[in-house]
């Protein structure tokens, strides 16, 4: 490819959501009270595993990471469609566009990572009761978070690095509301073989590791459930396994409407894309609060803890209010 038909870029143009011009307000509305509830949603849910003692188990060590990463992920791409559609702006810097692409890979595979970690310990807590303890001790817990991190590192500036040595068209307009490594490798100039083949290889890899560790341990724990079948072996196993199964086939089935069955239509990739960058994350607080009885006991505590910290303090007031005028009489 020449130079006369390659263009170092400074910024990229980001089309957004298929929307039209009228409707840019009523879309603003709804993401941002999307975005609010995931960022209120899952830090309720941080600061109740913080507080309450019962929840410092390896099961809810996990769950804080999944509610922060949740919360990261979608600060990474929806701030700026939400500023988009604010300022009728569509423009991101090179750099910008750069970042955003590096800390959505971490995030985004980072989840992915944590769904699979939170699959094995299930496995770990159903099928090996009684050495659970054991073997889900502290230092592997945090062992796993911290292995998941540094993977992810290394897994986002590998395909970052190689996306900042290709050149792109004088066409810098990205048919998407952030910007998504596929779309940026369409507005590249360059020879993109070396980066598909990452892509199908080591990014492949990294994504169907951790779905076959989640199918595995749901498999060992559906097996070992068949094996002596109770109705109260199946009721635990399910209020175990619920939610992270709902999560799980959330996650999952999002990423295979997109990856498996491709489709010209980008709109269809772009409202898919809508779904795990924004719904998965808000709907994640929910689903483990509304059928997970410690949570809902940890903040029923919370919120008792609090109202009598209020009232007491009102008491305090008062008890001041009345000295004063006893002073001053």
């Given amino acids: 490819m020449g130079p006369e038909n390659q263009s170092s870029v400074s910024e990229f143009l980001l089309l957004g959501l298929p929307m039209r011009p009228g409707q840019q307000h009523g879309f603003f509305t709804l ?20 507080l309450d003692s019962r929840l410092h188990t390896p099961m809810y060590f ?16 929806v701030p700026k469609m939400l500023t988009n559609m604010l300022t009728q702006q569509q423009s991101i810097s090179y750099v910008g566009c750069i970042a955003q692409l590096y800390f959505f890979i971490i995030f985004g595979c980072f989840d992915n990572f944590l769904l699979a970690v939170m699959a094995y310990d299930r496995y770990m807590a159903i099928c090996y009761p009684l050495h659970y303890t054991t073997i889900m001790r502290e230092g592997l817990c945090v062992l796993l978070v911290a292995g998941s991190w540094i993977v992810n590192c290394a897994h986002a500036l590998l395909h970052t690095l190689l996306l900042v040595r290709l050149s792109f068209c004088a066409d810098n307009t990205i048919t998407h509301f952030f910007c998504e490594l596929t779309a940026l490798l369409k507005r590249s100039c360059s020879d993109i073989s070396l980066n598909e083949l990452v892509i199908f290889t080591e990014g492949a890899m990294l994504y169907f590791l951790p779905l076959c560790i989640v199918l595995g341990s749901y498999v060992r724990i559906g097996t070992m459930i068949l094996r002596v079948p109770s109705t109260e072996r199946l009721l635990k196993a399910f209020s175990t396994c619920g939610s992270h199964l709902f999560v799980v086939s959330l996650y999952y089935g999002t990423l295979a409407g997109i990856y498996f069955f491709p489709s010209s239509w980008d709109s269809k990739h772009i409202i898919a894309s809508v779904m795990y960058t924004v719904v998965t994350p808000m709907l994640n607080p929910f689903i483990y609060s509304l059928r997970n009885r ?30 004063e005028m006893y002073l001053l009489k």
Wanted: hydrophobic share 50%; net charge negative.
């Fill in 31 to 50: 993401f941002l009270g999307m975005y609010l509830t995931t960022v209120l949603g899952n830090l309720l849910i941080i600061l109740l595993i913080r």
């Fill in 62 to 77: 996990f769950l804080s990471h999944l509610a922060l990463t949740d919360v990261s992920f979608s600060s990474v791409t």
């Fill in 294 to 323: 410690d949570i809902k006991q940890a903040l029923e505590c919370v919120s008792t803890g609090l109202t009598s910290l209020s009232g007491n303090h009102y008491i305090l007031l008062l008890q001041s209010g009345a000295s």
